[in-house]
């Protein structure tokens, strides 16, 4: 066993189902949480508006306060830091002596770049990374073919998975977690730290906008399971995952895929073919794995599908009738209004909005991509920008 290990916490923000918390716990006498705010993603994009914008912002603070909370409860805490997490994780697995880092396995290019350049540091001074992939329903070693192999839209994944799909039960949480006798925690950082202006939330719908954390996921699947599967009521969406909007919690991973899934199966027979909770989850982990295996191409203008012959406007006058509610359209205007005050928007709503940037104004797809990270509480990089793809007929293949 080893003495000690540094937990780096991602975007799995949550004690339940973590297996790479659980296994750091088991593997190690003494584990050290950490989470560091990276002020890169809260840097302004070439468009003049934050990658993260200010209620994404409020939303992870308020996660990382629950997840302190939640941790402080098993005898352990979390230590916060601001900067670049590649150079912070590093000195503190130096200067506490850890023999590994623990942490979850992103696929988005600029994490694996961070993730790349810790394993270098950490490899001069002799500590090991372990990367624990944690955030589809099933491992990419499970699925019944190399990514590849991936079949080119979601409607052929869904029937290639479907005499192999099977998900594992979620991990218990921890029951103790045990720190070195000394160590700082640092205090949580408020908007401002993060070059955020608190006045930035001024206008938003306060009882429509979600509260960050775990705990506060958890009560939601709870409340979903019983108003709804356990009462036998249908809830009127294709996407309930999005229009329940846990969507919000599963993006910082303070809630699992499989744990929903988990809680869902448990209350639906049928729940494979016939319910949409679990459709949803299933579509996200496409998205996952399209990402994985097209990269950089997702981000592109041309797409996935690499089509150079659709030419899009970059007209900076239309786009910003489209961000500030100034369209022809009163629908577009409203969901415009919408998603400045509540950081959501139902899944038909999206597409509409989408729609009409790309298909109706003909302006570059990926400028809509960048404003929805920035405003969306349950932004994801690979559904966003999978999602856009598709709307703009760069994605998937028929």
């Known amino acids: 066993?080893?003495?000690?290990?540094?937990?780096?916490?991602?975007?799995?923000?949550?004690?339940?189902?973590?297996?790479?918390?659980?296994?750091?716990?088991?593997?190690?006498?003494?584990?050290?949480?950490?989470?560091?705010?990276?002020?890169?993603?809260?840097?302004?994009?070439?468009?003049?508006?934050?990658?993260?914008?200010?209620?994404?912002?409020?939303?992870?603070?308020?996660?990382?306060?629950?997840?302190?909370?939640?941790?402080r409860e098993k005898g352990g805490d979390l230590l916060i830091r601001i900067g670049d997490p590649e150079k912070i994780i590093a000195q503190l697995a130096e200067d506490f002596n850890a023999e590994y880092v623990y942490t979850s396995k992103e696929i988005a290019p600029e994490e694996t770049r961070i993730e790349s350049s810790l394993s270098k540091k950490l490899k001069t001074v002799n500590i090991d990374i372990k990367l624990f992939w944690m955030d589809t329903l099933m491992h990419a070693t499970a699925l019944p073919f190399s990514i590849a192999k991936l079949p080119a839209n979601f409607s052929a994944f869904n029937d290639s998975i479907k005499g192999s799909f099977q998900v594992k039960e979620p991990f218990a949480e921890p029951e103790k977690i045990k720190l070195p006798d000394e160590y700082e925690a640092g205090p949580v950082p408020i908007l401002a730290q993060l070059g955020i202006d608190p006045n930035e939330l001024d206008g938003r719908e306060t009882r429509n906008v979600s509260l960050g954390g775990e705990s506060v996921a958890l009560n939601v699947l709870t409340n979903y399971v019983t108003d709804y599967l356990k009462a036998g009521k249908t809830y009127e969406t294709t996407?309930?995952?999005?229009?329940?909007?846990?969507?919000?919690?599963?993006?910082?991973?303070?809630?699992?895929?499989?744990?929903?899934?988990?809680?869902?199966?448990?209350?639906?027979?049928?729940?494979?073919?016939?319910?949409?909770?679990?459709?949803?989850?299933?579509?996200?982990?496409?998205?996952?794995?399209?990402?994985?295996?097209?990269?950089?191409?997702?981000?592109?203008?041309?797409?996935?599908?690499?089509?150079?012959?659709?030419?899009?406007?970059?007209?900076?006058?239309?786009?910003?009738?489209?961000?500030?509610?100034?369209?022809?359209?009163?629908?577009?205007?409203?969901?415009?209004?919408?998603?400045?005050?509540?950081?959501?928007?139902?899944?038909?709503?999206?597409?509409?909005?989408?729609?009409?940037?790309?298909?109706?104004?003909?302006?570059?797809?990926?400028?809509?991509?960048?404003?929805?990270?920035s405003h969306l509480m349950d932004y994801e990089v690979s559904v966003n920008w999978g999602r856009w793809n598709n709307i703009a007929g760069v994605g998937e293949v028929e």
Not at 2 to 30: C, G, K, T
């Open 1 to 71: 066993m080893a003495q000690r290990i540094i937990y780096w916490f991602r975007n799995d923000l949550r004690l339940r189902d973590n297996e790479a918390l659980f296994s750091a716990v088991a593997s190690a006498s003494e584990v050290i949480p950490v989470y560091v705010f990276d002020p890169r993603q809260f840097e302004k994009t070439k468009l003049g508006f934050r990658r993260t914008g200010a209620m994404r912002g409020q939303f992870l603070i308020q996660s990382i306060v629950d997840l302190r909370n939640r941790l």
């Open 239 to 373: 996407d309930p995952l999005t229009d329940t909007r846990l969507s919000d919690w599963l993006s910082l991973g303070c809630i699992s895929p499989r744990y929903i899934y988990n809680e869902v199966t448990k209350s639906h027979a049928d729940a494979y073919q016939d319910h949409a909770m679990v459709a949803n989850l299933i579509s996200r982990d496409y998205f996952h794995w399209t990402l994985l295996r097209y990269g950089p191409r997702l981000f592109k203008p041309s797409g996935i599908k690499h089509n150079f012959l659709q030419r899009w406007q970059n007209d900076n006058a239309l786009y910003e009738q489209w961000t500030n509610g100034e369209t022809t359209d009163p629908t577009v205007n409203q969901l415009m209004t919408q998603l400045k005050a509540t950081g959501f928007l139902t899944s038909a709503e999206r597409t509409t909005y989408a729609n009409h940037l790309v298909n109706d104004l003909g302006i570059n797809w990926t400028w809509g991509a960048m404003y929805f990270e």
